[in-house]
């Protein structure tokens, strides 16, 4: 996401090779407030979803790499993003096989843009009651537990004081546990992506977070560094 004015605003990767459609697409959500990510191709898809983890994919059928269908798969594979389908194609076996593959929704081109802004926010909404119904509260990860709710955090059983940064980025590790997380993601996930401090601020607070939860920070078992990218909190641990 991106601030804009002070809210946060998503962010809708549209996937399309006719430069035109998408372009027009783009325009549309930025004027009602999205930010926009373009892709040509179902390679250059996933590369994007890699990399910037939008809130909503808008994903044509016919791409000329690998299918909007296939795409769909591979990301179905790692994330529930809402997913609509954009599709030229009036059979109704086009469509069944893309609402099978994963998709939540499609529209036929060409896209009428009041429709399509409808029911981006309409999408948008029943994805946020979703994640807001089934967000755990709770962590574990080997012999450190937190509890979101209660905001409180034990390793061991001992109760460990931690600030509310250090707080929201354990959190953070804990929910995409044995997941790489870049220093970028880090910072747009607990600092917001209007912070422009210097990006080694996270390198600090993880070396604060080792003291507190590790039993050798100098060794740690459970906050990895990950040469390149970032950090990762490891799952195989006791």
Not at 27 to 33: R, V
Not at 152 to 176: I, S
Not at 223 to 238: H, K, N
Request: aromatic fraction near 6%.
């Amino acid at each position: 996401m991106e601030a804009l004015g002070g809210i946060m605003q998503e962010t809708i990767l549209v996937v399309d090779d006719d430069s035109l459609i998408s372009n027009s697409i783009a325009f549309a959500l930025k004027q009602e407030g999205y930010g926009v990510l373009l892709a040509g191709t179902g390679q250059a898809a996933l590369q994007e979803f890699a990399q910037h983890r939008p809130a909503l994919v808008l994903l044509d059928v016919g791409l000329p790499d690998i299918s909007g269908i296939e795409v769909c798969r591979r990301l179905r594979h790692e994330s529930s993003v809402p997913i609509m389908f954009l599709t030229a194609r009036q059979e109704e076996v086009d469509k069944v096989v893309g609402l099978d593959a994963g998709g939540d929704e499609y529209i036929t081109k060409p896209v009428g843009i009041a429709e399509l802004a409808a029911r981006v926010r309409a999408l948008l909404r029943r994805s946020r009651m979703v994640a807001s119904s089934h967000r755990p509260t709770t962590f574990k990860v080997g012999n450190v537990v937190l509890d979101a709710e209660a905001h409180r955090v034990t390793v061991g059983g001992r109760d460990v004081a931690l600030t509310p940064r250090e707080f929201d980025l354990l959190q953070l590790l804990m929910a995409n546990a044995g997941r790489a997380l870049s220093r970028q993601q880090i910072l747009d996930s607990v600092w917001g992506t209007d912070w422009f401090g210097d990006e080694n601020v996270v390198e600090v607070f993880a070396r604060q977070l080792r003291r507190k939860i590790e039993a050798d920070p100098d060794r740690p078992q459970l906050i990895e560094t990950v040469r390149g990218v970032g950090y990762r909190l490891a799952t195989d641990r006791p």
